[in-house]
């Protein structure tokens, strides 16, 4: 996470008094979550101490976002010679040394971690204190042997792979994303469990540096995503050569040798070399002294409210131990409004409405708002405005002319969701993310002028088709023709 550092120099600091460390607010983990809040807090004058187990940085930056963004640069890379001849320009085959590409993700995670670092949080005035974190009563906390009383809690425990009780899993070896990066060989036969946004992700990265994968799915891949924009996904899946199982689930698991075998609900039976676990998430609470404290948890974790208070008036939970949603933006939002409330005593509330997602496949999938498929249960007329990246000049330019922009539009031309599937369309979904959450109509985007050829063009292509038919219809056609009379 890198949000930005201004020095206003020394703040308030923890204090020792009764033998106990106290401060202000007292963070525990330092993921996305925990460092945002931290980070804020500290350098808006509160006296702060972060508690972490593991490794600074959490998930996001050590087998989350971070690794899995940087593989799926080398897999751009290893696909280059197969797009290329249609330009004209002839590339050698990719030839691919998987522990350089091991090297490749290890210093992309390096280049970041001082940011997230011991050092620089001690540098803003952060006491961080590397240990386990435990509730002992309702307001003191135990890590590494102190005692720590504070203003404000903050649980930000994050999640991990949540892994089924599938017969022979447990025993038959497997990864998952907190050991995938660490490979320094290439899988030969990759099994993914879990077509979600880690098993796409994954299956078409290492397809591309050339392992050969099959997706297993127990339902459809991304399914919360619009099905429509899913399947130009699942083609570019297909045509890459990842072999998809959808609607099949896993009856049980074995390892023979150097093989693990898989025996699908169905009866058929594959096997691969390695078998990737990417079924969901569990969040982190183990161990964490909840109930010494009447901190509450569901099905999916912490129990918050809209302020991200948990059962005990004290503590906010943000992040992956909520249960959602699972995103490294959404947990900086919720550090936000968790600093608002512990520090400004202002009762701000979490709102997801404009909220963008993004699943970093090629092309990329992005996703703010309602889908279609959601809009229209909600019971509100809809209209669906659509621009295909076939009609863009950049994108005909480029050969990347697969996908498209949907966009959702409710009473007097406001904006419900927005879908883009096509290259790009993790930065072109920032637009539509700013229109929802400053409420623009969809005449706001229509009246953008944009630079040509860019594929953000699209975005005002689909808004403008809001008005063809109002602008091209037999009203404006009679005015014009009266007006025109007038003309001399
Ligand atoms: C493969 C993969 C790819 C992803 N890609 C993206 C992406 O592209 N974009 C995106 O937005 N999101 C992505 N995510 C999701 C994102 O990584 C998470 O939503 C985010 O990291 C959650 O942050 P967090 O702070 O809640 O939890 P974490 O980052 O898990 O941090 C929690 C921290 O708490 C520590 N901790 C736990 N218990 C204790 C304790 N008792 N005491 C002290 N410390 C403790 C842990 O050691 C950990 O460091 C991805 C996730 C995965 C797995
Ligand atoms: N680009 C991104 O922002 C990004 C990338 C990766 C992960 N993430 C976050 O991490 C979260 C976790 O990702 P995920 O992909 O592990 O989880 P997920 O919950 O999104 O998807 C898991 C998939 O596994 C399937 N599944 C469950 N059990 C199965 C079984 N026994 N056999 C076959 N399939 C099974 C489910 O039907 C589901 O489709 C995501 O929800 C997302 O919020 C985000």
New binding site residues.
Partial sequence: MQEATYSPGPGRRPVQRDGDLVCDICV????????SVAAGAVQMGASVVL???????????N???V???AIIAAAAKAHLPRTSAAFGVTLGPAAVDHQQVHDHIASVIAAIAPHDSVERFEGLGVDVIK????FVDPRVVE?GGRRIRARRFVI??????AVPSVPGLADSGFLT?ETIFTLTALPADLLIMGGG??GV??AQAFRRLGSTVTLIEKETILSRDDPQAVAVVRDALIADGVAILEGQGVASVSRSGDRVEVLLDGGDRISGTDLLV?TG?RP?LE??GLEAAGIATGPRGITVDARLRTTNRRVFA????TGGP??????SQQAGIVIRNALFLLPAKADYGALP??T?TDPELAQVGMTEQEARKSGEPVEVLFAPFAGNDRAQAARRTEGFAKIIVGRRGRILGATIVGPGAGELIGLWALAMSQRLAIGAVAGLVLPYPTLSEISKRAAGSYYTPRLFGPTTRRLVGLIQRFVP
Avoid at 131 to 134: L, M, N, Q, T, Y
Avoid at 318 to 321: A, F, H, K, L, P
Avoid at 326 to 331: D, K, R
């Fill in positions: 525990i983990g330092a993921g996305s979550a925990g460092l508690v972490e187990k593991g490794e600074m940085g959490g998930e996001c930056l087998s989350g976002c690794p899995s963004k240990a386990s974190a435990r890590a930000a425990t994050g999640s991990r792979p994303n946004p880690i992700e994954m990417a998430r982190n161990d964490l943000i992040g992956d131990v699972l995103f490294t933006h959404a947990a997602r993004v970093y």
